[in-house]
């Protein structure tokens, strides 16, 4: 079994049943286990700030499912909860990104691990960080806490909101 760690956001209808239906479906998934779930917070848009305010989380899993195939199966679910992306960081009804798969590198066309903006984005580390704070990024050799302080987004997790 593989370890790894998925970001969840949503920001269009009902966020928090999206949220909560996509670890329903994840957790029915037969060769993948969740381990933990972060708080759930509220974050403000990046990239498009035109769009409502998004609910992120962070989740650890474990599975034998090689990236692609599990990269497969999150699209699945996401086709499943209607994910609609008009445009790139724009309003979505749920967004299900593999950040971290144990310590594996990839550079695919459709799949990059680490995800390749992680440690640049708040409403990633900050959930991350909940659950994770000293897992390594495989390529920049920090752990998830060491990202917080460096980015300064320590002042940051002041201002999200708490979900639950």
Not at 7 to 26: F, M, V
Not at 32 to 56: A, C, D, M, R
């Amino acid at each position: 079994m593989s370890k790894v760690y998925i970001s969840l956001g949503s920001n269009l209808g009902d966020r928090q049943k999206n949220i909560e239906e996509a670890i329903k479906l994840i957790s029915h998934q037969p060769l993948i286990k969740i381990n933990k779930i972060s708080p759930v917070y509220e974050t403000e848009p990046v990239g498009f700030s035109e769009q409502g305010w998004f609910l992120n989380l962070a989740m650890e899993l474990e599975t034998t499912l090689l990236p692609q195939k599990l990269l497969a199966v999150l699209q699945e679910i996401e086709a499943k909860l209607s994910k609609k992306l008009e445009r790139k960081w724009g309003p979505r009804t749920i967004d299900l990104d593999i950040l971290l798969y144990a310590d594996i590198i990839l550079d695919l066309p459709d799949l990059q691990i680490p995800h390749k903006l992680m440690q640049t984005r708040a409403f990633v580390l900050i959930p991350l960080a909940q659950i994770a704070p000293n897992i390594k990024h495989p390529v920049l050799n920090k752990t998830i806490q060491e990202l917080l302080r460096i980015k300064g987004f320590y002042e940051e997790v002041r201002k999200l909101k708490i979900m639950n």
